[in-house]
């Protein structure tokens, strides 16, 4: 059962134009979200999060947004760099609602973003 | 200030062998974080330990794998007998201590280990 969805494996983006990751989740008790960008032969790397109480954050050229009636969040880039080239993931906690587990991530499978100069 | 430290980076076991995988967390963090992730899939969770106790171990097969986190020393994912499919990456996560309402979870991953089962 599949709780964090990345319905696109693959996204390719001109240098300068925005790009969009999708994600959905169906889990309601999930009330933290996080992107994560991962290069390989790396660990991932903590980009940007937001709270089920908030609906948009902004962090520089990345914002994140948070539609909770729908269960679905976005990763917006502007403007994409070459260096942004790699896989994003997804990833949901459940803090308040997971008891101590609180930091327990769930990741969708990933979405590899390719800038093309 | 140093990250999350994993070694081996790359290990290769035999069929039947055990593979003992290491994870210092980051300084001051107290909570450590195990994932695995399979090729062409996304990271799934395997089990949460602080200092000498394990909080979830929901995501361990429940056989061949231990985990454990002592009071002195790294994190330490163990599977033996390993199989074929054992073979992925495993990623060790490392967040601080503090007040749960107040905690983010920005946990910070190490490199990984990518084990292959030959």
């Known amino acids: 059962d599949q709780q964090v969805k990345q319905n696109s494996p693959s996204l390719s983006v001109q240098e300068g134009r925005i790009s969009i990751l999708n994600c959905d989740y169906t889990n309601s008790m999930f009330d933290y979200f996080l992107w994560y960008k991962k290069y390989p032969a790396e660990g991932p790397t903590f980009l940007i999060s937001?709270?089920?109480?908030?609906d948009k954050n902004e962090d520089g050229r990345f914002t994140v947004f948070l539609n909770k009636s729908a269960k679905h969040l976005s990763l917006h880039i502007v403007p994409s760099q070459p260096g942004d080239s790699a896989v994003y993931f997804c990833?949901?906690?459940?803090?308040?609602?997971?008891?101590?587990?609180?930091?327990?991530?769930?990741f969708g499978q990933g979405t590899i973003l390719t800038v093309h100069p | 200030n140093a990250g999350v430290m994993q070694n081996p980076r790359h290990l290769v076991r035999r069929r039947g062998q055990e593979a003992r995988l290491r994870c210092s967390p980051m300084k001051g963090h107290s909570h450590v974080y195990w994932y695995r992730q399979l090729p062409e899939e996304g990271l799934k969770f395997m089990v949460y330990?602080?200092?000498?106790?394990?909080?979830?171990e929901s995501g361990m097969p429940k056989e061949r794998f231990s985990a454990e986190f002592p009071k002195e020393g790294p994190s330490i994912l163990r599977i033996q007998q390993v199989v074929r499919g054992d073979s992925a990456a495993y990623f060790c996560a490392s967040s601080p201590p503090g007040q749960l309402s107040r905690r983010n979870t920005e946990a910070f991953f190490g490199q990984g280990t990518r084990l292959t089962v030959v």
């Open positions: 330990l602080q200092k000498e106790n394990i909080i979830d």
């Open positions: 990833a949901a906690s459940a803090r308040f609602n997971g008891g101590t587990s609180y930091g327990k991530l769930t």
């Open positions: 937001i709270s089920s109480i908030k």
